[in-house]
């Protein structure tokens, strides 16, 4: 039940109404918010790190076709292939041309990328038989949504309606006894994962980083179940798209120090697994068949314009995290892949500014994403470029522009501003002035549906003043 | 008092009163005047002046804010020092000028000369003026929500605070999340009114659990929407703008209040 990025607006409105999402939404909130800030605070070179990460992307980007080549001459090296794919169906038709025609078990680890390109529909449309591994996203994937957050894909799900959808889902596994317990709910999937990892043909993963110099993909995880996916079936295919790519373990090494702080407010996550091409005669395990489908998808459109600084974003989550706006409504009212501020930028961009009109708006320009960003992403000021191009291109609501245009003109004519502002608030402030405060009024029930309007004191400041002296 | 270095002559200040404290607040401005007199700054208040020009650059037209942020520098720039009770407006002419003119050289310097002459009311009086003293008193428990333009563009989180310290018979409370956001965002709050609501109730909700009698903070925005929706929930809590229980002048209703 994907939803609409055109209806964003009746998709937040009845997000703020569903208890449930709000009760999941508050337990998750502090959590993430804490942790963060309790592991900045032990890392006094965060700052530092924090440049230094930014450094490394900015030269990577300046050198993105080096990067890729030399990766993809290395995973070659390897024993592995690259594919790559300009577009979304381009990079699912790669995927599904590795599979082949015969149908086949497909397990999946976490990857924002295969949702981005629609990964899961076009294996099901082509008769595969898709599980996800990942427990948030397995749980999504029973319950038929899409994720709400980039790293915590069921973060909108209470552990009740969770024990409901194992019951439910499980039964015809036999296991009907009710779990309540977040450890024997991750148990119940461990098991029911565990036959399935044992029968599949492939295993598809996303990647955190793709290492130039070595060739390797690497996933960052806290369960462990990526690593099952991408070593046990017999062809492992990565997702990733081209940003992802980093000269070095080196750096690499300095955006994990950074990432797992940022995401969970872990020192480093449970699992940071890298994977260098298939399986060589003397590996105990390793899949057969090592592929990489690097995904472009409009991101080489960014390099070198307004928007290049969000190609160094590490998908660590803090700016949902941070943003009272996701925190209120939850990830899918946004109506696409990537929720709240990041999604907010990038949404835009990738399917249309006409098509995600509400998206750069449904924001304070509080700055506190662009705060925690690891990557220093200046959030608020690209949500801003893109109300420049709405403005421009006469996206926002006519009656919108009419009244910032009659605004406009006053604002512009300081002594007509200051005459007709003086009526005004000289009216306003006679028949509020007694109780204070408006209830309603017309033209601002925008304001007054939720609270009352103060009353202007009276006169305008500038009025007093040029009488008093 | 400020120790003055030399007996050159008191800096002059422009202050740029805002539109929200013109329009709905003069008190504010009024109170701005004092503490700057008192710390023997000459003030003026420029005719040329309407707003600083963020309803039209947050709403995506950088025409007439580019046409407005001439029009400030125009008024502003032969004063020492250009200060305004506001966070966020001190934040566009300071941060965002220079951006909006970026492609007009000449303004563009302008506007940068006039960038480093530009501070909010609080951080300039202990920053620049280093003032020590406030003669004002003021009996009540207050927390404070920090404005995030004035938070996170100007650094100002201290600023106030040691002030209010030197008021007597103030007692500050910090309430959880003050850093926070309260879902006013200019034409935000009524373009999503339902999201800004469900923001600024969660900001009033941590302003009653701190149980102090009043909140107080340095942006007209903020205030207006905080004061609207504690009045909305019957609440007596009282709103004031910073300025106000620094000068002394908090004695009349409060934001939202009624005569009494
Ligand atoms: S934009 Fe920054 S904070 Fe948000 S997910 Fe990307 S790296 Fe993390």
Redo the contacts between chains.
């Keep these: 039940m994907q939803g609409s990025t055109t209806e964003f607006?009746r998709q937040?409105?009845a997000a703020?109404h569903d208890a449930t999402l709000q009760r999941a939404m508050a337990k998750a909130k502090g959590g993430f918010v804490d942790k963060r800030r309790l592991a900045v605070a032990r890392l006094p070179e965060f700052a530092q790190i924090r440049a230094e990460a930014k450094a490394i992307k900015e030269h990577t980007l300046a050198h993105l076709d080096y990067y890729l080549e030399q990766f993809e001459r290395k995973v070659l090296e390897s024993g592995g292939r690259v594919h790559w794919a300009r577009t979304a169906d381009e990079a699912c038709a790669a995927v599904l041309a590795i599979i082949g025609a015969a149908s086949k078990q497909v397990l999946k680890g976490k990857s924002m990328v295969s949702e981005e390109i629609g990964l899961n529909a076009a294996m099901e449309r082509a008769g595969h038989t898709v599980v996800e591994t990942d427990l948030g996203e397995y749980i999504i994937q029973l319950a038929h949504e899409p994720p709400s957050h980039i790293i915590a894909p069921a973060v909108h799900k209470t552990r009740d309606q969770i024990t409901d959808l194992f019951q439910a889902e499980h039964e015809k596994y036999g296991l009907t006894e009710r779990v309540t317990e977040t450890e024997d709910i991750v148990n119940e999937a461990r098991q029911v994962l565990r036959t399935k990892f044992l029968s599949a043909d492939v295993g598809i993963t996303g990647a955190n980083f793709l290492i130039a110099e070595t060739g390797s993909t690497v996933i960052v995880t806290n369960e462990g179940n990526g690593d099952l996916t991408q070593i046990l079936p017999r062809t492992h295919i990565v997702t990733a798209s081209i940003e992802k790519v980093i000269p070095s373990l080196d750096d690499m090494t300095v955006l994990l120090r950074l990432l797992a702080r940022s995401a969970t407010g872990q020192e480093m996550s449970s699992y940071n697994t890298l994977s260098t091409g298939p399986r060589r005669a003397d590996d105990l395990d390793g899949p057969e068949e090592f592929h990489v489908v690097i995904v472009d998808n409009g991101r080489s459109d960014m390099l070198g314009n307004e928007f290049h600084d969000m190609l160094r974003c590490i998908r660590c989550g803090a700016c949902l995290n941070h943003c009272?706006?996701y925190g209120?409504?939850g990830g899918h009212a946004y109506g696409w892949v990537y929720p709240g501020p990041m999604g907010s930028v990038l949404t835009p961009l990738m399917i249309g500014l006409e098509n995600a009109r509400d998206l750069p708006?449904?924001?304070?320009?509080?700055?506190?994403c662009?705060?925690v960003c690891p990557m220093s992403i200046p959030l608020p000021d690209m949500l801003?470029t893109l109300?420049?191009?709405?403005?421009?291109r006469k996206l926002?609501k006519a009656r919108?522009r009419g009244a910032?245009?009659a605004?406009?003109l006053?604002?512009?004519r300081?002594?007509l501003?200051?005459v007709v502002?003086a009526l005004?608030?000289a009216v306003l402030g006679s028949i509020g002035?007694?109780?204070?405060?408006f209830?309603s009024l017309p033209l601002?029930s925008?304001?007054t549906?939720?609270?009352?309007?103060?009353?202007?004191?009276g006169?305008?400041?500038?009025r007093?003043?040029?009488r008093r002296r | 008092m400020v120790s003055a270095p030399d007996n050159s002559p008191p800096p002059s200040v422009g202050l740029f009163?805002t539109c929200l404290?013109?329009?709905?607040?003069?008190?504010v401005?009024?109170a701005a005047v004092k503490l700057l007199e008192k710390a023997d700054c000459k003030v003026e208040?420029p005719?040329?002046?309407?707003?600083c020009?963020q309803?039209?650059?947050?709403?995506?037209?950088?025409h007439?804010t580019a046409?407005?942020a001439r029009?400030v520098i125009a008024a502003f720039e032969s004063f020492d020092y250009v200060v305004a009770a506001s966070g966020s407006c001190i934040g566009m002419i300071k941060e965002h000028y220079p951006r909006v003119l970026k492609d007009d050289p000449s303004w563009l310097d302008r506007a940068q000369r006039l960038a480093g002459r530009c501070h909010e009311l609080t951080a300039f009086l202990v920053d620049v003026m280093q003032l020590q003293e406030v003669e004002s008193s003021f009996a009540a428990t207050a927390t404070y929500h920090d404005s995030?333009?004035g938070l996170?563009?100007l650094g100002i989180k201290q600023q106030p605070r040691a002030l209010l310290s030197k008021v007597g018979g103030v007692t500050l409370k910090e309430m959880e999340d003050s850093?926070?956001?309260c879902?006013?965002?200019?034409?935000?709050?009524?373009?999503?009114?339902?999201?800004?609501?469900?923001?600024?109730s969660?900001k009033t909700a941590n302003i009653v659990a701190s149980e102090a009698e009043c909140i107080l903070g340095g942006d007209m925005g903020c205030l207006?929407?905080i004061?609207?929706?504690l009045?909305?929930e019957g609440s007596p809590i009282k709103v004031y703008h910073v300025a106000e229980v620094l000068a002394g002048m908090a004695n009349?209703?409060a934001?939202?209040?009624?005569?009494s």
């Design positions: 607006k937040a409105e703020l009272p706006v209120a409504i708006n449904a924001c304070t320009l509080n700055g506190r662009g705060e801003r109300r420049f191009k709405e403005h421009e926002s919108a910032l245009k605004w406009g006053l604002a512009r300081p002594r501003y200051q502002t005004m608030t002035g007694r109780a204070g405060r209830r601002a925008g304001w549906q939720a609270r009352d309007l103060p009353a202007p004191q006169a305008t400041f500038q007093m003043w040029r | 009163v404290i013109d329009l709905f607040r003069p008190n401005g009024f208040v005719r040329a002046q309407t707003c020009g309803p039209a650059y947050n709403n995506g037209d950088q007439t046409d407005i029009q995030c333009s996170r563009e850093e926070v956001c879902g006013f965002g200019g034409t935000f709050c009524i373009k999503y009114p339902k999201i800004s609501e469900r923001m600024v969660d207006l929407n004061a609207g929706r009045k909305r009349q209703s934001i939202g209040d009624g005569k």
